[in-house]
């Protein structure tokens, strides 16, 4: 008898201790569910990311030069640069201008007396 009773209360253990932990399987489902994805999203970065690399080892893969980099950071930091001008548009404009203008004089000047120099007409 003493067998039974014991049987009878693990059975009653047992299933309050599943009643009370049903509603914690939903949760514990989402949470692998969850993690699961988040595996899945950080192996595809990484294949991702390897494929990339095997391919610009292969030279498959074109990246930007830095020539192209620096422009656009040029570029970036002269619309953010007007943005926070504390001028007008109008004298931001001739300033712009006006630099521009100087620095394509100086490329100019600066090509003209290397051409002269490599033709061997400077002081002609």
């Known amino acids: ?18 009643y009370l932990l049903d ?3 939903d949760r514990f489902a989402d949470k692998v569910s969850d993690i699961s994805d988040r595996a899945q ?3 595809q970065d990484a294949v ?3 494929s990339n690399l095997s391919d610009s080892i292969r030279g498959r893969f074109e990246r930007p030069s ?4 620096m422009l656009i950071g040029v570029g970036v930091g002269v619309g953010v640069g007007m943005l926070l001008a504390p001028v007008t548009g109008r004298e931001a ?3 712009l201008s006006d630099k521009v203008q100087d620095i394509g004089g100086r ?3 600066r090509f003209q007396s290397e051409d002269e120099r ?3 007409t400077q002081g002609m």
Do not use: H, I, S
């Open 66 to 69: 830095r020539l192209k980099w």
């Open 48 to 50: 991702d990311r390897v």
């Open 107 to 109: 490329v100019r000047d």
């Open 23 to 25: 509603p914690l399987r």
């Open 93 to 95: 404009r001739e300033t």
């Open 41 to 43: 999203d950080t192996y």
């Open 118 to 120: 490599a033709t061997g």
């Open 1 to 18: 008898m003493k067998r039974d009773t014991k049987n009878q209360l693990l059975k009653v253990l047992m299933g309050t201790g599943l």
